[in-house]
């Protein structure tokens, strides 16, 4: 699996301390790759309709 997260919006001090400002585009901020486990009694039945 592969996973990202986008910062959306951002402070904007110039207008006040508590403004905000749609980041356009996002800004990405973190990107990771990941393994998935399925403990065995939770997998399903029928593998081979999955594999090629």
């Given amino acids: 699996m592969?996973?990202?997260?986008?910062k959306v919006i951002?402070?904007?001090y110039t207008?006040?301390?508590s403004a905000g400002k749609v980041l356009?585009?996002?800004k990405?901020?973190?990107k990771a790759k990941g393994t998935?486990?399925?403990l065995k009694q939770n997998q399903r039945k029928n593998?081979?309709?999955f594999t090629k």
């Fill in 28 to 30: 990405l901020v973190c």
């Fill in 47 to 49: 593998r081979q309709a």
């Fill in 24 to 26: 356009d585009p996002p």
């Fill in 2 to 6: 592969e996973f990202s997260d986008n």
């Fill in 10 to 12: 951002s402070k904007d």
């Fill in 15 to 17: 207008v006040a301390e």
């Fill in 36 to 38: 998935c486990v399925v």
